[in-house]
């Protein structure tokens, strides 16, 4: 079956530490995107690749970094640079101007 | 003035009703437009496309009107599995084209 997947789905992060979190899509898309999203908020971009080896900065990328060595593969790096990172990350890919595909999502909390 | 703006919601309904959504965007140049659903502590998922001349799926009639940049969504005899949070998104000429999201109306159909 064609999709994508987070991994892990719920991820616990002591302060100071960097985590990466996982997608992988397998539907032949360009674009990928990473959004957070907040108790009770709407979703807001953190990054965005339209091809493999390029990304851009979307709303708030500041304490977070991406990677997209393969067209499959978009990991988020949540770095210790990021103050309030518990919440919601939820990753997208997307073809041409049509509809964006979400994977389940990773819940990060900071302990 | 935010790019996507909703209805704030709630919205209680008892079963049977018929809702309507409102959103309106800022961006003018906009030609995507999208309907998506997401479940408390999911994904978002696709409901439906939005197109010029308005379009029907089932109980769900999304029109579009570009003059007063405004979408809306009907929802015809609720049932109970219609409550979800409405995402109105729009794509946006910033970012190359990518989709901006507005903050969601909650649903919740009551027996």
């Known amino acids: 079956d064609g999709g994508i997947t987070q991994s892990p789905k719920y991820l616990f992060r002591k302060e100071g530490q960097n985590v990466t979190l996982s997608c992988e899509q397998n539907l032949n898309h360009d674009a990928m995107y990473w959004y957070r999203q907040d108790p009770g908020q709407g979703l807001r971009l953190i990054y965005y690749?339209?091809?493999?080896?390029?990304?851009q900065k979307g709303d708030i990328a500041e304490g977070y970094s991406v990677s997209r060595e393969k067209k499959e593969s978009f990991p988020l790096t949540v770095t210790s640079a990021q103050k309030n990172p518990t919440a919601f990350y939820l990753c997208a890919s997307r073809m041409d101007y049509n509809e964006q595909f979400f994977g389940p999502g990773t819940r990060l909390t900071v302990l | 003035r935010k790019e996507v703006e909703q209805d704030p919601g709630p919205f209680n309904v008892p079963e049977g009703a018929t809702v309507a959504f409102n959103c309106t965007y800022s961006n003018s140049a906009s030609q995507s437009f999208f309907w998506y659903r997401q479940d408390c502590r999911k994904e978002p998922k696709l409901l439906m496309s939005?197109?010029?001349s308005g379009n029907e799926d089932g109980r769900f009639t999304a029109q579009l009107n570009r003059a007063s940049q405004y979408i809306s969504l009907l929802i015809r005899d609720s049932k109970l599995s219609d409550s979800a949070t409405y995402l109105c998104?729009?794509?946006?000429?910033?970012?190359?084209?990518?989709?901006?999201f507005g903050p969601g109306t909650r649903l919740s159909v009551l027996p």
């Open positions: 998104v729009v794509n946006s000429m910033n970012y190359g084209q990518n989709f901006v």
């Open positions: 690749s339209q091809i493999v080896n390029d990304f």
């Open positions: 939005v197109y010029s």
